[in-house]
């Protein structure tokens, strides 16, 4: 099993620039959830799907973030315009029906300058 | 979240030394998390704590989540340089999983 991926692993861009982050659940989990991490504020809950539809984006910082499931093997999450204060890193994890463990991927660092 | 902390923030061991971390919630746990992160890198599930009481272990790593369900305490024994690392608890709130900000782990030589 080749795990949660996600891509690109590093992204550096300039403030007010379009980041698009990119995940690839583990095959046949239908729970996929989007974290940020910073050194403040540790590891934070943006959202999460279920089978595809979000069921919480209270974590979504603002409107400036955006998630999409178009589909249950690939989920996306948007930043536009981007801030220098999004700078983090970004896990995206999936769990699967059967289990109540979230499994990471290896998460991209974002850099806005 | 202030609805979970985890103490030390950060420690440092001597190798072979025993080592004790703790998570503590201000809500009911209905499911506790241990992961390992190492620098730069995503997380590594540990092990899964549920009922009160329970306690589990995974090579020299125990965990145990108490009676009350409101605390859970991650020990290693005889640390090694392969545990160092950040060690993070994550609590099923209900519908989602809230985490700690980490505890960070040197082992000295």
């Known amino acids: 099993d080749a795990g949660v991926i996600q891509s690109p692993r590093h992204e550096v861009t300039e403030m007010g620039q379009e980041v698009t982050l990119r995940c690839k659940p583990i095959?046949?989990?239908?729970?996929l959830f989007w974290y940020r991490q910073t050194m403040m504020r540790g590891l934070e809950l943006l959202i999460y799907?279920?089978?595809?539809?979000?069921?919480?984006d209270s974590g979504m910082p603002e409107d400036r973030f955006s998630a999409k499931m178009p589909n249950a093997s690939f989920s996306t999450l948007k930043i536009q315009p981007s801030e220098p204060r999004d700078s983090a890193v970004y896990f995206c994890?999936?769990?699967?029906?059967?289990?109540?463990?979230?499994?990471f991927g290896p998460g991209t660092r974002l850099t806005v300058l | 979240s202030q609805e979970l902390e985890q103490s030390p923030q950060s420690l440092i061991v001597q190798e072979g030394k025993n080592l004790t971390i703790n998570c503590t919630s201000s809500?009911?746990?209905?499911?506790l998390y241990w992961y390992k992160q190492k620098y730069g890198e995503g997380l590594i599930f540990l092990m899964m704590?549920?009922?009160?009481?329970e306690e589990k272990s995974h090579e020299k790593i125990t965990a145990k989540l108490d009676e009350k369900k409101q605390q859970s305490s991650l020990h290693i024994t005889a640390s090694q340089p392969s545990h160092a690392g950040i060690y993070l608890c994550?609590?099923?709130?209900?519908?989602?999983?809230?985490f700690g900000k980490g505890t960070r782990l040197h082992i000295l030589p």
């Open positions: 994890a999936s769990r699967g029906a059967s289990t109540d463990t979230q499994y």
């Open positions: 095959s046949g989990h239908n729970s």
């Open positions: 799907f279920n089978n595809n539809v979000p069921i919480d």
């Open positions: 809500k009911t746990l209905y499911g």
């Open positions: 704590l549920q009922k009160g009481g």
């Open positions: 994550g609590a099923d709130i209900g519908d989602k999983i809230i």
